[in-house]
């Protein structure tokens, strides 16, 4: 007799009724999981919707800080903040980026005199601030790695000096967590933490983000492959998030989100820090695209999303539906 074997062992005993399937359930979605990216843009009062993400606005600053001081009673942890750049500040070499009183350094400044309870997380990268909207600094149609990273760590210490909580350097130069590390300890900013952009792809799902920050326009001559991941790569994962563990990350990240969730349980496996993954700009379309068709049960199938990074292994998720999604588990 094997007992291991139908009839004796009925793997659906333990999905008669919901009391059992909640006892026995794996994993949990808190909103504790969740950060929030918000947009933000020059003005009093201004708030616009993104057509590519629907339900997802651009704020003024005034306007962001009463947002923020919601997503904090709901109980989400931190938000990371984008920022819209007028186009006449964009340079090639993204002299706005470290610019002390600039839109990103202003809202954080905002944010933290409003409230010290929730996390401010600044983007790191040069994007929002170059004419060519690539993350770094481009010579002879190439984007230079250590160039960049001059202008990057400028960048860090402008964000932290101002407030923030934690750096996410999501531009994929090599050596940039280690410089931002050195840079911050060098002028006494030791317990800003690093989240590393560790494993992120040259992906199409960026689509609806780039839209948001008005950088899709200026994009379009020269991809980020040269320095984002190939998406059929895996194990180039690893290396990359080895290496950033080791220049001083506190916290990496693997994004876009659901169609790489094989790297995000590759990286639970492997090692011991907190993973992060962003369900990202594209996928937040989609499922409100199928959703305003009727196609799709949108909040069921956010929920899924959020449940699916979990079983994967993440730590928290980067989320645009982060508040809708609090408000849905706080009831
Ligand atoms: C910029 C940056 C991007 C995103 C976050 N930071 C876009 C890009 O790399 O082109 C994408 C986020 C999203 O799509 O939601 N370095």
């Known amino acids: 007799m094997n007992l291991g074997q139908f009839p004796n062992t009925r793997l659906r005993r333990n999905r008669t009724d919901s009391w059992i399937r909640d006892l026995v359930q794996e994993n949990h979605l808190s909103v504790k999981d969740l950060i929030w990216p918000v947009f933000v843009i020059e003005g009093k009062g201004e708030k616009q919707e993104i057509d590519s993400m629907p339900g997802v606005y651009r704020y003024s600053i005034d306007l962001l800080v009463k947002e923020v001081l919601r997503a904090e009673r709901l109980g989400i942890p931190a938000v990371a903040i984008f920022p819209v750049i007028d186009e006449s ?10 610019s002390p009183n600039n839109l990103v350094c202003r809202t954080v400044k905002a944010i933290k005199s409003a409230t010290k309870n929730i996390g401010v997380i600044c983007d790191i990268a040069l994007d929002p601030y170059t004419t060519h909207g690539h993350d770094g600094i ?86 980020k492959e040269t320095y984002q991941m190939n998406p059929a790569n895996s194990d180039e994962a690893m290396r990359e998030i080895f290496l950033d563990i080791e220049e001083g990350a506190d916290m990496v990240m693997v994004k876009p989100g659901i169609a790489y969730l094989d790297i995000v349980r590759r990286a639970k496996d492997n090692f011991d820090i907190p993973i992060f993954a962003y369900h990202v700009s594209g996928e937040y379309a989609m499922i409100k695209a199928a959703a305003n068709n009727g196609w799709i049960d949108g909040q069921k199938v956010m929920l899924e999303s959020m449940i699916s990074f979990k079983r994967a292994g993440a730590t928290a998720i980067l989320t645009y539906c982060a508040v809708d999604i609090a408000e849905i588990l706080i009831k």
């Open 89 to 98: 500040l964009k340079t090639p070499k993204a002299r706005e980026a470290y």
């Open 138 to 223: 481009v010579r002879k149609g190439y984007v230079d790695n250590d160039e960049t990273l001059k202008v990057l760590f400028e960048q860090a210490i402008v964000c932290a000096r101002a407030g923030c909580d934690v750096v996410a350097p999501s531009d994929m130069m090599d050596g940039r967590v280690g410089v931002i590390r050195e840079m911050l300890d060098m002028v006494e900013l030791e317990n800003v933490k690093i989240l590393a952009y560790s494993a992120k792809y040259a992906s199409s799902f960026y689509g609806p983000f780039r839209d948001a920050i008005g950088s899709s326009k200026n994009i379009k001559s020269l991809g």
